[in-house]
């Protein structure tokens, strides 16, 4: 091909992707659940974020020397939660078959809220420890149910950048977390007795409240069974016919739950989260708070330590809408995001690893710095990995679709449980060796799994193709009966 012809057809891939052809009245239809769905589940996740990250927030603001924290008790509350979020994965996807998400996502934010305000009342570690575990469980359905949700709206080439919009919405609320905390530590610290810290958690479960209430009135559930005021009929006959119809029985059976767990969609795209989610560990587990806490010679004002770690989620904001965008414009290569955060962990590590070496001078804490902003990109997988599932099953049952990414978000939490308290436990800031070699591991890993599981992805979505030319009607659904 001449590099005239190449030009050419970059240009003409330019105008398809940003001069959408739409069906007479689907780009209203868009614009509107772009604004209904969008601007709830970006809200809700803001605040579950916001209400997750004040943890961390209220730990260096101190949380720690108020309730008198030892070792690794802050890990062994976030081990807490994700055994509580592992524990609400499947049960609350599958929920979404039977409720519906305007009345059931609302409920679980309620809930949320509330368990956020009573721990401004903990006196002990083990206290928090307790409602974390049942925090986890309200939060089960936030990320997930929401892919599903956005999957069943959109189609592959407008999912991308959704699915982008809303993870930077979850780390804008880690972002801006550490600004309302460091503001709530100025203007009410000491107010009524309390500390700020303990107010920082009364502040974020109230912001929580409404945003349920907003989706209770105007959340539009599913394309098949919404009953929104703003849709006509019109426009939902459209928005069921945007999506690929597939055969949705219900999944209580024990052939699809055999048929479920035996796929290798199933395990692909699990074992990819789980290898994926760690690589997020630097950010997950507040890695630059706790080095700037414990620094061996820089003493961080609360301020500081609250407001310099916030580079790491706008890194991640600036990376995820990127990526996004990108692999919508190359037609769902979702894969090349794996191969870039490869590269970002192993670097990433290296670099902390060699600063580790003199730990006093000045250059070591600005490579560290940088390192671990750098490291913040990473969190670009979890949109552009969850529309890779969203993608490669979009032929398939919806609650199949439901379980796949379910499974994704409960194995990865699964060994997160423990992964944080092996590598990356408080007591061992500032440096965490063991973890930088961990890292290092995990990337190599998840280059590997990212080549296998796109070779297989792209084989089957060929062999479909060839069966539909043929006049066979695709593939067997997974939860077929023999």
Not at 68 to 76: A, C, E, R, S, Y
Not at 323 to 348: E, H, M, P, Q, S
Request: hydrophobic fraction near 45%; include cysteine.
């Amino acid at each position: 091909m001449t590099a005239t012809a190449t030009t050419t057809t970059g240009r003409s891939r330019l105008w398809e992707y940003f001069h959408t052809e739409y069906q007479p009245g689907e780009q209203k239809l868009v614009r509107k659940i772009d604004f209904f769905i969008l601007s709830f589940c970006c809200l809700s996740y803001f605040t579950n974020y916001l209400d997750r990250s004040n943890l961390n927030n209220a730990y260096v603001s101190g949380m720690k020397e108020d309730l008198g924290f030892v070792g690794d008790q802050l890990n062994q509350i976030n081990t807490c939660f994700t055994i509580g979020y592992v524990v609400g994965q499947i049960p609350a996807n599958l929920s979404l078959h039977y409720l519906k998400p305007r009345y059931f996502f609302p409920a679980c934010m309620v809930i949320w809220a509330c368990l956020t305000m009573v721990t401004a009342s903990v006196n002990k570690p083990e206290s928090i420890m307790a409602i974390r575990f049942f925090q986890g469980i309200a939060e089960a359905t936030t990320f997930v149910g929401t892919h599903y949700i956005l999957g069943s709206w959109y189609t592959e080439s407008e999912l991308g950048k959704r699915s982008g919009i809303f993870t930077a919405s979850g780390l804008a609320g880690t972002m801006i977390g550490g600004f309302i905390q460091t503001g709530i530590y100025s203007s009410l610290h000491g107010r009524n007795g309390l500390p700020g810290w303990r107010w920082l958690f009364i502040m974020d479960g109230l912001i929580t409240i409404p945003v349920a209430l907003y989706g209770f009135l105007f959340f539009p559930d599913t394309p098949s069974t919404t009953s929104a005021f703003y849709l006509t009929e019109s426009e939902r006959a459209l928005a069921v016919s945007r999506v690929p119809p597939v055969e949705d029985r219900s999944p209580i059976s024990w052939t699809f739950f055999k048929n479920s767990f035996s796929s290798w969609f199933f395990w692909g795209f699990m074992v990819l989260w789980i290898i994926a989610g760690e690589t997020e560990s630097f950010s997950t587990n507040a890695l630059l708070a706790l080095y700037m806490k414990s620094h061996p010679t820089i003493k961080y004002s609360v301020a500081q330590l609250n407001n310099y770690p916030t580079g790491v989620p706008a890194a991640g904001i600036v990376s995820t809408l990127f990526w996004a965008t990108l692999t919508d414009f190359l037609r769902g290569k979702r894969y090349l995001v794996g191969y870039f955060i490869a590269i970002t962990g192993v670097a990433t590590s290296a670099m902390i690893l060699a600063a580790s070496k003199d730990p006093t001078n000045p250059a070591s804490t600005m490579i560290v710095f940088g390192a671990y902003y750098w490291a913040g990109a990473v969190y670009a997988c979890q949109a552009t990995f969850f529309a890779w599932a969203n993608d490669a099953l979009r032929y398939e049952p919806h609650m199949f679709r439901a379980i796949v990414l379910a499974g994704m978000n409960l194995g990865s939490n699964a060994v997160n449980a423990w992964w944080s308290i092996v590598f990356y436990g408080a007591s061992m800031a500032p440096w965490f060796i063991r973890g930088m070699w961990a890292m290092i591991a995990t990337s190599i890993l998840l280059g590997i799994w990212t080549a296998v599981l796109s070779y297989s992805t792209v084989k089957y979505e060929r062999a479909r193709r060839a069966e539909l030319s043929e006049g066979v009607g695709g593939l067997k659904n997974v939860n077929d009966e023999a």
